[in-house]
């Protein structure tokens, strides 16, 4: 499986999928999220398929930093995606 986690926060969904034998996993949130996401994909990217990308949805700017894997999702998971309350309108 090809995985793609949006607003990993922990990133414990697409860690999940590493475990269970994803051949690739991209776990993506936004720049203050970051740190933590890319220290829990370090920790935890056993064979090397876990990657951790900034990527603000409401930025297509950001979406370019998708693009070597671009058309390739047979998983797309979302877990925290309600989370940020920018993200709603009033």
Request: with cysteine.
């Amino acid at each position: 499986a090809t995985v793609l986690e949006l607003g990993a926060g922990l990133g414990a969904p697409g860690l999940t999928t590493a475990h269970l034998g994803a051949k690739l996993v991209v776990l993506t949130d936004v720049e203050r999220q970051m740190p933590l996401v890319r220290r829990n994909a370090e920790a935890n990217n056993q064979f090397g398929q876990v990657h951790a990308r900034q990527l603000d949805w409401t930025n297509p700017a950001e979406r370019h930093g998708l693009e070597p894997w671009n058309g390739c999702w047979s998983l797309i998971l979302g877990s925290d995606v309600g989370y940020d309350p920018e993200l709603f309108d009033a």
